[in-house]
Structures are given as C-alpha cells and as structure tokens.
C-alpha cells in the first residue's frame, strides 16, 4: 500500500494494526518520490486525529496540509466563496434563532410544528438534513418525503397517508429549513454543517471553482473513512475526482450511525465512486493481547454487513480478563474504585467506559470517596462547580454536596492525564489504556433497546479493544436491570450455564 500507484486505495485497518504508521509511511513515500508536500491533502474527521496526524509527520515546510474536513470547507468558503463564508454559531445563538423561526412558524399555521416546539430535537433534524445535502434553498420534493419518514423525528411529523396533510407537513418542515438558513444568513453565520454543506454546494454549482479546487491536489487521504456520512462523502468525491484518492479506516468500529455516519462507504467505495480501487488489509495487531483479540473477533464476526478480516496478534503474553456480577451501580462502582486504588498502578493507567453518560454519577461518587482523581466529560462533572452549584439549587443533601465541595478541592492542580479517565465508549475511539472497567454490561444498556443490534456490537468491539493488558467487564446482577449482555456469551467469554447462578466473579 505504501508504494502503491493505483487511483483509489482502500486501507482496511483494524484496531491497533498501525494505520496512522502505515498512512504517515505513504505520504513519505509519496513526497520522497518527488510529489509536492502541498500536492497532498490529508483529511479527516476530528481535531484530534488531525493533531496525531500533524504530530507523526513533523514540522517544517515539507509536510502537506492536515484538515478536518470542516476546516477545509470553513477555509475553502473564507477564501474563495466569502459571500458564503459566515461566523459558525454557537450552540446557544443556533438555538434562539431557531426558537424565534419555530414560534413565526407556529404562529403561521404550522401544525406540524403544534406539539414539539423544543429547538434541540429540531436542531438534530436540520442537522441531519445537511448531512443528507438537502439544500434549504431547494424547493421540498420526494426524496425529502423519504428521508423523514425514516428519520426518528421526521416520522412523527409526517402522516403516512397520502394526501394534501402529509404533503403540507413535508412543506412545513421544508419551509422551516429554509427560515433557519435565511435567519443565520442574516446574522452573517452558519452552523457546523454548513462548512462543508455550502463548500459543497459551492462546488456543484461553479465549474471554474471546481476545477481549481481539483487541480489542488495530486493525492487526497482520507482517514478514519468509515465515520462519514453523505455529505462528507459527496465532498471528498469531488476534491478527489481528478487525484489519487486514498483511504484508510475500519468498518468494525464505524460506531456513529446516529450522527447519521455510514460503514457503506468504506464496504461499496469502488461502486459508490465508480473507480477501479485496490484494497489492502493490515491483519497484524499491535495492541490486544491475544485473548483479547480472539474473544472480539469471535464476537464482530457475527456482525453480517462488514469486511472479513483474520486479525493475527503480534503479542503473546495473555491480558487478565474478569467478569463480574454486582447488586446494583453503586456496588458496581465501589468495587471498581477499591481495586483502582489497590492496584498500585498509576492512575492514569485506568479508563472506565460505559454507554450512557448517567452511568457515570455513581462512578464519580465512588472515586471521589476514595480521593482518587479522574476525567470526566464536563457537562457530567458532579464536583465542577458547575455540578456543585446545580446540586444545590436541586435541594441535595448537604452532606453530599459538602463531601463533592471537599472533593472538587482535593482534584485542583491534578493534571487531567494523571487521572482515571471515565468516558463513554464513544469518545474512547481511537485510544488505549493498560487497564479497561466496561461496567453496565447488560441487555438493554448493551445492546441498548433502542439501537441496532449490529452498532452496538461494533460499539462493545470498539470498548474491548481499548485495553492492551486487563479488561473488566461487569454487569448489575438484579431481576430490574434485564440480563447479562448477549455481547460476553457471542464473545466466548462466558459458556451456556445460566447466568443467575454465576453471582461471583470469574477470571476468564
């Protein structure tokens, strides 16, 4: 792959296989072979990545440009379409403009608006139009009509009987899209998606803006290619279309379909993109210890719609891998906390994940018992003083908030990397820790009722593979909290026996 001269590469890499190392090979390669570092253009989808990409090809002035791709379409409208260009909007600003735009529709008739009028759930709406590429300056049409019957909101908004009251709903919701649009326009802003929805956009409608902006590149690599949706696809399609056309990504972990992001891309790239396109896997692991790898395989290889893939781990010592059943989440997590604590180990060397944000309260508590310092997502934060303040205003226990007001003051001045990392599953994509607590390992919460049953086995492949020496997975043993996950028997962690009569823990 790395010294290859085909059109359309596809890098099949999963977890812990080097594809950065491999990706960051080829652009050398490619530069050493006399291609002009600013010929190059590497994309994708986070801040993140693109930082580790920038980190592992160095600095000076033969390093190409390292882009998300809304960074590369804010820039692109800046500098070559500025009528387009706007301020991107926080989320506070988006929510009042389209409150006033919801109550001037209200206000108009729009009883399709008449008995949701929350902004938030109607921001996920527009947003997933964009991703979509629904113009809001287009007229509505069938394609429209589709998509929100399918669309968990859109559903409920349009009738599925035919006739003038679910066309008029389908106008109303078009009517809406296209208010929210003129309404930022004239703000002079735009919102997360439109950096890459007006760039697009931009691109079909101008031939000359278009051809310059193909003639860019020689080379465009695309990485973590199984989180794009639509809109991101359209966009890489037409920067691509006259350039060696690179990506690389893992099917397997493609975990945010509810973001509207789609594994097809990677799975049907030659059809989709009707090019010729030579795929290259990375089989061998460089992170999971081999039982590890063997029980995640075991469990993603019962996912239908994906690559096949025969990981080799190019490790040998075993990892230690416990089950364990607990009465309820605050058991859970002060069993969790106490073998923090005694391990010894650095506690940076500890990431908790879990499905839901709420299952991170009773974990804080039990850390913040012990003085054990942790990360958390800001917005959960029990002893920011955020957290602190809204707990009081609730009316909490004093003593509660007392102890959080303790603990909040003995966490200053810990650096964020010294401390165990409580995170969901989702935002632990792309990284690793020596020792992993998957907790709430239960039908229900994992596979959760409401998702896709093939998602959340990616999502729990995904979790498993963060650890690269212990993985602890445990689950509420209680009649209310549904049955152990399905996900620890597909993985070959657990046999047939009935689980109710499994109470204490198993190494495994």
Request: charged share 30%; net charge positive; glycine share 8%.
């Amino acid at each position: 792959m790395v010294s290859s001269s085909a059109r359309t590469i596809r890098l099949v890499a999963p977890a812990g296989s080097g594809k950065t190392r491999t990706v960051v090979s080829r652009v050398r390669r490619r530069i050493d072979a006399g291609v002009p570092p600013d010929r190059i253009l590497l994309l994708t989808f986070d801040r993140a990545a693109a930082a580790s990409l920038r980190g592992s090809l160095g600095a000076g002035p033969s390093v190409p440009l390292v882009s998300t791709l809304n960074a590369y379409g804010n820039a692109l409208l800046r500098e070559r379409v500025p009528e387009e260009h706007g301020r991107v909007l926080s989320r506070r600003e988006r929510t009042e403009i389209l409150a006033r735009v919801l109550e001037r529709r209200g206000r108009d008739g729009g009883a399709v608006f008449a008995h949701t009028l929350d902004p938030s759930a109607w921001l996920g709406l527009l947003s997933r139009l964009k991703n979509e590429v629904f113009d809001p300056r287009a007229r509505p049409g069938p394609r429209l009509t589709a998509f929100l019957e399918r669309d968990p909101l859109g559903s409920a908004m349009v009738p599925r009987a035919e006739g003038a009251r679910r066309i008029g709903s389908v106008v109303a919701v078009g009517r809406l899209y296209r208010g929210y649009d003129e309404d930022l326009r004239a703000r002079g802003g735009m919102d997360f998606d439109d950096q890459k929805l007006r760039a697009l956009l931009a691109l079909l409608r101008s031939d000359r803006l278009r051809r310059e902006v193909q003639g860019q590149w020689s080379e465009v690599v695309v990485d973590e290619f199984q989180d794009i949706n639509r809109l991101d696809f359209e966009l890489v399609r037409i920067l691509a279309a006259r350039s060696i056309l690179v990506v690389a990504g893992d099917d397997d972990q493609a975990i945010y379909a509810f973001r509207g992001c789609s594994h097809v891309y990677l799975l049907e790239l030659e059809e989709r993109l009707d090019r010729a396109t030579v795929s290259y896997d990375l089989r061998r692991n460089y992170r999971s210890p081999p039982n590890i790898l063997k029980a995640a395989d075991r469990l993603i290889r019962r996912n239908r719609t994906r690559i096949p893939k025969r990981p080799i781990a190019h490790r040998t010592r075993r990892a230690v891998v416990t089950l364990s059943p607990r009465a309820d989440p605050e058991a859970e997590a002060a069993s969790l906390a106490e073998a923090i604590e005694r391990s010894g180990r650095p506690f940076a060397d500890f990431a908790v994940l879990y499905r839901l944000h709420a299952q991170s309260l009773p974990l804080q508590l039990a850390l913040m018992a012990r003085r054990i310092p942790f990360t958390v997502r800001r917005e959960d934060d029990l002893g920011s003083e955020d957290g602190i303040g809204r707990l009081r205003a609730l009316g909490a226990d004093p003593d509660l908030v007392g102890r959080l007001e303790v603990a909040r003051r003995s966490r200053e001045g810990v650096p964020p990397e010294c401390g165990v990392s409580l995170r969901t599953i989702f935002r632990a994509k792309g990284l690793q820790w020596p020792v992993v607590h998957l907790v709430g390992c239960n039908d229900g919460v994992m596979p959760h009722r409401r998702s896709a049953v093939e998602d959340e086995r990616r999502l729990f492949y995904v979790a498993m593979t963060r650890a690269s020496e212990a993985l602890h997975l445990s689950w509420i043993d209680a009649e209310e909290a549904g049955p152990p996950s399905r996900f620890l028997r597909e993985a070959g962690l657990a046999g047939p026996l009935g689980w109710r009569l499994r109470r204490r823990s198993q190494r495994v």
